[in-house]
């Protein structure tokens, strides 16, 4: 028996948000400065996160909102438009890359991304 990876969440939708979070792992794997664990548990909290819809902007400056401490909402919207896909939703490998960058890329990386910002 596999252990749940989330006990806020039934032992059937965290099976589900596993396999999801799985599915993308495989395709990014070694493209993160995350370790493994680090990139599947960041993809589980990007399917955990989705588990409604997508993830549409305001769901996206949420959560950035209460990971990094960003409340000012033009740099929200600008960082949104750097990672949005043509649906105006954030996709897995979109939140991951951003992520990897905020927390372990290097200055280089971190100031390429701020020059990027429009």
């Known amino acids: 028996m596999a252990y749940q990876m989330d006990l806020s969440v039934s032992p059937s939708a965290d099976a589900r948000l596993r396999a999801k979070a799985r599915q993308v792992f495989y395709k990014m794997k070694g493209s993160t400065h995350f370790s493994r664990e680090e990139l599947y548990a960041v993809l589980f909290i990007y399917f955990k996160l989705t588990q409604r819809g ?65």
């Not at 990094?68 to 939703?89: A, N, Q």
């Not at 996709?91 to 990386?109: H, I, K, M």
């Open 54 to 118: 997508p993830m549409d902007k305001e769901l996206f400056e949420d959560a950035i909102a209460r990971i990094f401490k960003i409340t000012d909402s033009e740099t929200l919207d600008r960082i949104f438009m750097l990672i949005e896909t043509p649906s105006h939703r954030v996709g897995p490998v979109g939140w991951a890359r951003l992520l990897s960058t905020f927390c372990r890329g290097t200055l280089d990386e971190k100031v390429d991304f701020v020059f990027q910002v429009p």
